[in-house]
């Protein structure tokens, strides 16, 4: 079947903008995952639905990120007032069981 | 407090030449242990897991790994490295059952002719 897909692919914004980015997990997974990959570094940890709430939040850097799944499949990553900083790719994951699968991530460049 | 610790940023290997990848975790438990795959562009793909049981798993493309308790290790093998090859590994343990993971820093593999 279909893997995680992720929209867009690239998003270029401008400082101070408001970005959504996309998440599609597989059918059927309950659980849905989102981290941040800097350049050069492991993916890092934002947030985790299971279901349609959010169980755990922990790595959302601070409130201008925010993160919702309506209907406990697709999920919208939404960043407030963007910042340079913020530029990074967002990969997005989905499970059934203990093992995520990723999608290609949303290249997202602050200017 | 869980980790993951990659001690290699960039290893070059030749083709046909055998690989190593360490990896060291710190964790409460016995972990669940992942290695993923990220090719230039691409998303993370797992190569293998381990839960529990043989300490030493198979996964996709050849590759192998094996748990050792003893030095809270999980290394990834190839026995014959391919051009393919070349891409960036990461290792993971979860933050805790079955949640997030935590990733090491990854190792950057460059196969050479």
């Known amino acids: 079947g279909a893997g995680v897909s992720q929209t867009p692919s690239n998003k270029v914004t401008e400082k101070g903008k408001y970005v959504e980015l996309r998440c599609d997990p597989i059918?059927?997974?309950?659980?849905l995952y989102w981290y941040r990959q800097s350049l050069g570094q492991g993916p890092e940890f934002l947030i985790y639905f299971q279901g349609t709430g959010a169980a755990d939040d922990s790595g959302l850097p601070n409130d201008r990120f925010f993160a919702v799944r309506p209907e406990g499949s697709v999920s919208t990553l939404k960043i407030q007032r963007t910042e340079r900083g913020d530029s990074a790719v967002y990969l997005c994951a989905s499970s059934l069981g203990n093992t995520q699968y990723f999608g290609p991530g949303t290249r997202l460049t602050v200017l | 407090a869980q980790s993951v610790t990659q001690p290699d940023i960039h290893i070059t290997v030749s083709e046909g030449a055998s690989l190593e990848l360490r990896c060291n975790y710190s964790?409460?438990?016995?972990?669940?242990l992942f290695w993923y795959v990220q090719s230039p562009g691409q998303g993370l793909q797992l190569l293998l897991k381990y839960f529990s049981g043989d300490t030493l798993v198979q996964g996709i493309k050849g590759f192998e790994a094996e748990f050792k308790r003893s030095q809270s290790s999980f290394n990834l093998r190839k026995p014959s490295v391919h051009w393919s090859d070349a891409a960036e590994y990461f290792c993971?343990?979860?933050?805790?059952?079955?949640?997030?993971?935590?990733f090491g820093k990854g190792t950057t593999l460059s196969v050479s002719s």
């Open positions: 993971a343990v979860p933050r805790q059952a079955g949640t997030a993971l935590i």
């Open positions: 964790y409460g438990a016995t972990p669940y």
């Open positions: 059918s059927g997974h309950t659980a």
